[in-house]
Structure formats: C-alpha cells, structure tokens
C-alpha cells in the first residue's frame, strides 16, 4: 500500500516557509490509490493536511512514498480513506 502526499504549488511555497516541517502523508489501501492515480482531487475532501492554513492542494495527492513495514504493527495502520487495514503482502508493489 503506498503513502500519498500532496503537491503543487501551495505546498511548494509552504515548504519554502515552513522552517523544516515536513508534510502532510497519509497510508491509502492499494484500491484507493488506484482511483487517486486517475484523480489526484477525487479524495481532497476526505485527506486532511496536517498543517494549518492550507487549502486542497493545487496539484492533489501523489501516490508512491515510502512507508514503514505494516506487518510489524498490523493493528496500527489502516486506510486513511476507506479504513481497510494494510498489510504487506497486500501492498501491490509500492
């Protein structure tokens, strides 16, 4: 299952303020991050960006950042959109 992340030029000229903070990740099911690959707006609605006094971000969420191992806290880590749990061997190649 891979980790999303925003872009676009909102979140670009918010890193460039940010002094370090990192940015917004959430954990999506493979299914999920299917349907953001055709649009990356489809769950703006639904993902939050962590950091207070961002809009949607302009470009939508990229799939395809590196996460932790699943399998090591199984109970921990769910779909931030549909709450399947992830898993490893269910990770699709991500």
């Given at each position: 299952?891979?980790r999303?992340?925003?872009f676009?030029d909102n ?12 940015t917004s ?17 489809i769950?703006?609605?639904e993902l939050?960006?962590y950091n ?5 971000p302009?470009?939508?969420w ?6 932790p ?6 109970e921990?880590?769910?779909c931030?959109?549909?709450e399947e ?6 990770d699709?190649g991500?």
């Amino acid at each position: 299952m891979p980790r999303i992340f925003p872009f676009g030029d909102n979140i670009d000229e918010w890193h460039k303020n940010a002094g370090g903070d990192g940015t917004s990740t959430h954990d999506v099911c493979h299914r999920c991050a299917q349907r953001l690959r055709k649009d990356p707006h489809i769950f703006d609605d639904e993902l939050e960006l962590y950091n207070e006094g961002l809009d949607a971000p302009d470009g939508g969420w990229d799939v395809g950042a590196a996460h932790p191992p699943y399998d090591d806290d199984p109970e921990m880590y769910t779909c931030t959109i549909c709450e399947e749990q992830l898993v490893d061997w269910r990770d699709g190649g991500y």
